[in-house]
Each structure stands twice: as C-alpha cells, then as structure tokens.
C-alpha cells in the first residue's frame, strides 16, 4: 500500500491539524520532483513493487494541475506496479472539482474518489473555514458520478459548533440520498495548537454536548443501515462490497509506505514518520530524516485488539494468540466477559466484537481490554 501526502491548502480549516501549507503555486513542482526523489529512494521499503492500494491524500491532492497529477502517478508507476485491481483513491475538496480533473484522474487510473464535505450547513462551513457551500459539494458528488468515478466517498463531521440534532439529521439524509458508496463521518477532535481550539477557550462558541453527539451518533448508524449501508468501522459505512481497501489494509496491520513530509509508514513492526516541515522535505539530500517509533509487545498488542474491535469484523482471538501469545488471549477474554454478559461485546466462534448496545460506549469497553504497560 502506498501513501502519498499533498500537503497543501487553499485556506486552513479551523479545526484541522493535518500538515499542510497554504504558500502553495511556488513549491508545488518543485515538491513532486522531491516526492519522486523519495519515491526512488524508498520503494524497497515495501515487501513487494506490487500496488493493490494507492491512496493520494492532504492537505488538497485537488489542487494539482492536471499536468502534475500525471507527473504523480509517472513517478509513481516508474517505481511500481499498480495491480489491475487497485484500489487508487485521490482525496479532493469539492470546489476543485470539475470534468476537466475528473477527466485527468480518470485517465490515471483513480478509480475512487474521497470527498472532505463535512457538513451542507452553508454557516457552519464558512465558521469552520471551508472553501465550499453545501450545494456545491452535492454539485461536486453528481459531477463525479456522471463522469463515471467508479467509488464515490464523503467525510462528515458531527458534534460541530451550532450543530443541532435537526441539522445533523439533514446531513446525514442529504448524504445518503447521493450516488456515494461510502460514508465516513467523525466526532468533532479538538486539536490543541487549532483556532477552533483557541475559539473555544475564548468562548466565541461552544460545541454540543456528549450526550447529544452519541443521539447524533445513533442516528447515523440507524439512517446508513436504512440506506442499505454496511457499518463496518466505527467511523465507516459502505454499501456492501465497497468498503475502503487502504483504511482497511491500515486495520489489519498490513505494511505501507507514506511519502510526503508528515506521512507515516509501517513494517509490521515499526512505525517512522516523515518530518513535518515542507522546507526540510524539499532540502533534504537522501532520504527525509524520520522518527522512528519501535513499538512495543504491548503496544503492538493493544493496537491489534483497540483497531480490530473498531471493525465489525471484530477481533480474532485466534490471530490474537498466534501474534502475542495464549497468555494475552486468555486475560483479554476474562477482561471482556462481563461486557460478554452485559450483551456489549458478543463472542461468535473466535471472534470478539462489539454489539449495537457496545458500539455507542466504545471508547469505555475498549479501555477495559488494554494491557498496561509495567513501568
Ligand atoms: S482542506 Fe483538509 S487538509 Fe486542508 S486545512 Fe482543510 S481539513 Fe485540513
């Protein structure tokens, strides 16, 4: 799997603590040059030159000219091979698009398309800074239908400033009423070093309340289930078949290669992240000097248990035992058998995994199943 990391923006969002940079025109040739340079350096990084996932993300991919999205993938398919079933997903904002980008992207091969819509609440999108109106992100989804953009995927944010049950409702309903397969939708984070951040402290609003955002989060999962879709994470729905190929691939552990300053990759073991600063990507001589995290037993292990349980398939307690051991397996089943009898986690076969009842009290249930570390 291939993570490659545009990081720029028209405008920062104020909520976002992605790396990106809004001093964009000037350095956007110059970073491909740099990402092909990486790309080159790193590519043995992957267990194998085989592709079944390339996920373009930002920052706003959207941005590229179309001229430098097909230097993108030029760089990308020189040191590669995208398989023919690939999973090739670009992130885009969407006032950027337009036939003449879908067009480019189809000819490369993206087959996916990951739309940041947020909210189709015009107020609430300009308090939090996007560049788009709600009807021009519904526009921008009909646009990648009708131009044939095979898999078609919106983000939604709740627990938003102003946000109401009612408004919420009407988001989730406009959502699924357009021709998209998959749907990712996320409690508002509040990242510290944000203005959102800073607005809050201020008091310039406030945010509604925990109780009301788990209704907004019941609603949700009621609403994509009555359209037909899957709950297959926490945070994602599809309709059947159509779930993401990269986000999964992340969940279950598989190794990939992210380039880009602040992108991360993944061994199987060890975690390193680019450097988070566009000038130090772009002077670099060799390759981009990473942190490097080594991740303990105990941490790999409650990563397995914390992002298998988020799935609907759950967490394999015979994978559990072959990778950690029939110690782990046995104190995380005694940890979870009272939310076994309480009905919010069920045990099918070996497989351990969170009832509708768990799903709303997640982050709680999840909590109980982590191996502290000893000091
Ligand atoms: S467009 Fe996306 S990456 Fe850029 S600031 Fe907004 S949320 Fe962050």
Redesign the pocket.
Known sequence: MLYIHIPF?QQ??IY?D?Y?TTHTAAHIDAYIKSLSREMELRRDELPSPLLHSVYIG???PSLLSAEQIRKVFHAIRSNFTITTDAEITIEA?PDDITPAFLETILQEGVNRISM?VQTFDDATLSLLRRRHSGAQAIKAVECCHTMGIPHISIDLIYQLPHQTAQSWSEDVRKALSLPIDHLSAYALTVEEQTPLHRLLQQGEFSLPTDELACDMFQLLCDETKRYGFEHYEISNFCKPGCHSRHNSGYWSFKPYLGLGPSAHSFDGNIRSVNPLSLHTYLTSEGTPEQQIERLTLTELCNDFVLTSLRTSKGLDLNALTHKFGSAITKQISTWAAPHITANRLSLTDTRLALTQTGIMLANDIISDLMIIEDE
């Open positions: 923006c920062r969002c976002c992605f990106s930002g920052g706003t904002n940041g």
